[in-house]
């Protein structure tokens, strides 16, 4: 089935928690609405499945607008994150209670449910666990039954909410693996709220981004990462240093250093900001005369490694500027500059925290303010 979602608004009080959202989401298709908290992915997920009504917009359901059609008519299932499973009832209880509850014309003969809800607890590989309750199952085994519980009903829309938030990072990692085979099986239309940007990542098809109340931007994983719409996008993806400066025709001068632009060829003294992953960092050792370029430019920054966390590949290296003098845009503050090199590279370097170093970007994403 088929989203089509047409300039939905929505106020709690004087919170504006929707702001003119439009979206289309194909059939079949696994979306993650990513975003802080607060930022209106949630009170979408809720407008979709019929537990809130928007103030203004519609909803439509393969071309058919559904946005006054109750909640029990939509074919949705939803998934929570605190499972909200029954206690007093056993897991094949909890899997058969959508299908035991419909009304008695539609509600199929009890040898029906049994074989239905074992094929759905052997979907989710917890059919051994048919008898227990829910205070004798892990975490991740309740969320997996509340997911049996919700395709029960065989759902045409399958919504989950932040459905890993409440599992330690090892079982969150095993599940959404699981969740994404489980929906290339199964192909139905589903769409997850999250706050981790790696989950976004990994499970979707498509990530759309949300903040206060606004899609920032929609597409593939590669897409949002690659080619960040906004600083919000560039800043809320992974790990990113952020420098101020000014751009003037197609130089970006930024704190210590100075870095080609030339997408910003036409910016006259412009206000500018500049997003630098820290991956995209060469990391050098600094010879004090050594850094300067053209015309007595430093060809990069010179900062000392405050310090340094060796974990497995990767050497994250904390660095502080050595430069006092900070912008009028900057805080007051030094700013924790972050650079990852392999971790052999930083052992064949033989760095030591406290040392000056000099850090060039590889690659940096430039944004002009009014641009």
């Known amino acids: 089935m088929s989203i089509q979602i047409r300039n939905l608004s929505k106020h709690f009080g ?19 609405l990513l975003g802080p908290s607060g930022c209106g ?7 979709i499945a019929g537990l809130e009504s928007p103030d203004t917009g519609h909803i439509l359901f393969s071309g058919e607008d559904t946005t006054d059609v109750h909640v029990r008519d939509r074919q949705v299932g939803f998934v929570f994150q605190h499972y909200a499973l029954f206690r007093h009832m056993t897991v094949f209880e909890n899997v058969a209670f959508g299908l035991r509850v419909k009304p008695r014309h539609l509600r199929p003969p009890e040898a029906q449910i049994k074989k239905k809800v074992h094929e759905l607890l052997q979907l989710v590989q917890l059919d051994w666990l048919a008898d227990r309750y829910p205070s004798q199952l892990s975490g991740g085994q309740r969320q997996r039954i509340a997911l049996a519980r919700a395709l029960a009903v065989e ?24 969740l994404r085979r489980l929906h290339d099986e199964l192909h139905v239309t589903s769409i997850f709220v999250t706050h981790d940007q790696e989950e976004a990542l990994e499970v979707a098809d498509r990530v759309v981004l949300m903040n206060a109340g606004r899609i920032e931007q929609s ?50 003294n412009a206000k500018a900001s500049a997003y630098v992953r820290p991956h995209d960092l060469e990391v050098q050792r600094y010879a004090p005369g050594a850094d300067l370029g053209i015309e007595g430019q430093p060809r990069g920054l010179v900062v000392q490694l405050s310090r340094a966390i060796v974990v497995g590949p990767i050497a994250r290296l904390e660095l502080i500027s050595a430069d006092d003098h900070k912008q009028a845009e900057n805080p007051a503050q030094d700013q924790v500059i972050e650079a990852h090199i392999p971790a052999q590279q930083f052992h064949d370097l033989a760095l030591r925290e406290g040392e000056m170093l000099v850090v060039t970007p590889r690659r940096a994403r430039v944004f002009v303010e009014g641009s």
């Open 219 to 268: 597409g593939s994983p590669q897409e949002v990462w690659d080619h960040p719409a906004s600083p919000f996008v560039y800043g809320f993806l992974g790990d990113v240093n952020l420098f101020h400066g000014r751009a003037h025709e197609g130089q970006v001068h930024l704190e210590g250093l100075q870095i080609d632009a030339p997408e910003h060829a036409a910016a006259q």
């Open 41 to 47: 992915k949630t009170t979408l997920l809720r407008i």
């Open 155 to 178: 759902p045409k829309v399958l919504l989950l909410d932040e459905p890993f938030g409440a599992l330690d990072a090892k079982v969150r990692k095993e599940l959404r693996r699981w």
């Open 14 to 32: 004087d919170f504006h928690a929707l702001r003119d959202v439009s979206l289309d989401i194909d059939s079949g298709e696994l979306i993650a």
